[in-house]
């Protein structure tokens, strides 16, 4: 009598014959039952993850933020974004001084409130 031994899916809850059952390490001492099907789920899953979130994974926006300070030139009022990891010399991209050139911060909720007082 053929009997194909079945598990169920941790995933999708369904009975699947263990020859497509992947057992999945899942934090320490446990294991999660996958089909054939989640597991291809998954993977496309994390792929598609590691393709949004990269490079962005060790580099949160804020890091990468960090690196531009926002400049405006005071003689011609043209606002730019200085890379200051970069070696060239800051000057304004528009009459190409530097001599005005005014670092500006990014406004927080109290400075609105003190601009409108
Ligand atoms: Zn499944
Ligand atoms: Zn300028």
């Known amino acids: 009598m053929a009997y194909i031994r079945q598990l169920i899916c941790d995933r999708c809850k369904k009975a699947v014959p263990v020859s497509e ?6 934090g320490r001492d446990s294991t999660a039952t996958f089909c054939l099907d989640c597991i291809s789920a998954k993977k496309e899953a994390n792929s ?11 580099t949160p926006l804020s890091m990468d933020n ?20 970069s070696r060239s010399p800051i000057s ?15 406004k927080s909720a109290q400075d609105l409130i003190k601009d409108i007082n």
Do not use: H, V, W
């Open 66 to 85: 960090s690196l531009k300070e926002k400049y405006i030139c005071m003689r011609c009022n043209y606002a730019f974004e200085f890379n200051t990891k």
């Open 21 to 26: 059952i992947r057992y999945i390490p899942k």
């Open 92 to 106: 304004c991209p528009y009459c190409s001084k530097s001599d005005r050139l005014e670092k500006q911060r990014k």
């Open 48 to 58: 598609l993850n590691k393709k949004t979130n990269s490079p962005g994974m060790k």
